[in-house]
Structure formats: C-alpha cells, structure tokens
T-cell receptor
C-alpha cells in the first residue's frame, strides 16, 4: 500500500458523535486525498491537501473537515456523524516529484458504520 | 457534472480469453487516465495509466485512449482467474480525479 496506513481500520459509531480518521504516509508525498466508496457510486473525492495546512474541497465535502499539520498525516473529521456517512473511506497519496502528481496510490481503507 | 461511465458487469470470460473493459467520460479537459484493479474488500491498485491517444501495453494489459470519442478501454490478454476483480476507470483534470463505479470481471477456469 505504498507506505500508507489508515486508522482505525474499522469503526462503529452512533449518529451525532464526532469521528476522526487518520491517514499516515511514509513516502513524503505532497498530495494527500480522502475518498469515500459506496456501492454504485465508485470512489468520490471528499477533500484533498497539496501541502501542510493547504487543503481544498472535493466533490462530496459537506459534513466533513480535514486538517494537515504535518506532511505525513492527513486527518478526516466527521463533526457529527450521520447514517449517510456509513461508507468505506480511502486515503490516497500522489508523487512529490510533480512529473505526474496525478498518479494516486491508495491506503488500505477504513470501514465506518454509523448507527 | 463530470461523469465517468462503466458497464457494471459482471463480465465473465473463460480462462485464456481476452477481457475488454470500457469507459467513457464527459470532461473534455481531462488530461490523464487510469485503470485500477480492486479485489473484494481491498484497496484500489493502479495497473495502467495513459496520457495520449493510442495504445499503451504493459505485459498482458493494454490501455487504449481516444480523446475525440472520450473513450478509454482496457484489454487483458490471456485472462487468469487471479484477474477476477472490479476494474475502476479514473479520469483526472486539475486535481480532480473522477472514478467510474467499476466493472466486475470474473475469469472462469
């Protein structure tokens, strides 16, 4: 998984509780991404980061926030989880060198269930 | 709305046959195109990238791109049971990567 870890790998939580998912990389890549994957929708971009403290919204950012205080860590927070946020969440990174910043490599995923 | 469309399948081929997977996209400004393989319960794994019109071959895999028709395809020659997975088409433009929902491929021994 290209030096990417995600934690936790599985989480069950209740509606209305805050949840934070962590992505950690050892590749020193500049770009990091959070996706969610749902049946019939494929992967959809939530937020991405192009450097420390530099983040931007993706296609489905409502209800999510992110932070990146270190190159290696990208956090995804659900401020108040809802059942519609039950999904598998993948972190991805892309190459620092910039020749092809678009080539993305994925972490192992976090399965989140909101009851 | 930027869309990437794939047949959901399942696509079933016998072992040793050629599997052909297709993808169309709506964003004419798209710059880069990718195929990922995803086994059940696992993360997507990059298998091919293509950036210019034509064919690109890597082992048993060939990616084909036609920007005028907004069409990308993946051919898998000599299909093996281990190729059974969901194949995701991805299209990139300016920090925006869009994925198709995937085509499930089954290779029967």
């Amino acid at each position: 998984d290209a030096g990417i870890t995600q934690s936790p790998r599985h989480k069950v939580t209740e509606t209305g509780t805050p949840v934070t998912l962590r992505c950690h990389q050892t590749e020193n890549h500049r770009y990091m991404y959070w996706y969610r994957q749902d049946p019939g929708h494929g992967l959809r971009l939530i937020h991405y980061s192009y450097g420390v403290k530099d983040t931007d919204k993706g296609e489905v950012s409502d209800g999510y926030s992110v932070s990146r205080s270190k190159t290696e860590d990208f956090l995804l927070t659900l401020e108040s989880a809802t059942s519609s946020q039950t999904s598998v969440y993948f972190c991805a990174i892309s190459d620092l060198q910039g020749v092809r910043p678009d080539t993305q490599y994925f972490g192992p995923g976090t399965r989140l269930t909101v009851l | 709305q930027k869309e990437v469309e794939q047949n959901s399948g399942p696509l079933s081929v016998p072992e040793g046959a050629i599997a052909s997977l297709n993808c169309t996209y709506s964003d004419r400004g798209s710059q880069s195109f990718f195929w990922y393989r995803q086994y059940s319960g696992k993360s997507p794994e990059l298998i091919m990238s293509i950036y210019s019109n034509g064919d690109k071959e890597d082992g048993r895999f060939t990616a084909q791109l036609n920007k005028a028709s907004q069409y990308v395809s993946l051919l898998i020659r000599d299909s093996q049971p281990s190729d059974s997975a969901t194949y995701l088409c991805a299209v990139y433009n300016n920090n925006d990567m869009r994925f198709g929902a995937g085509t499930r491929l089954t290779v029967k021994p």
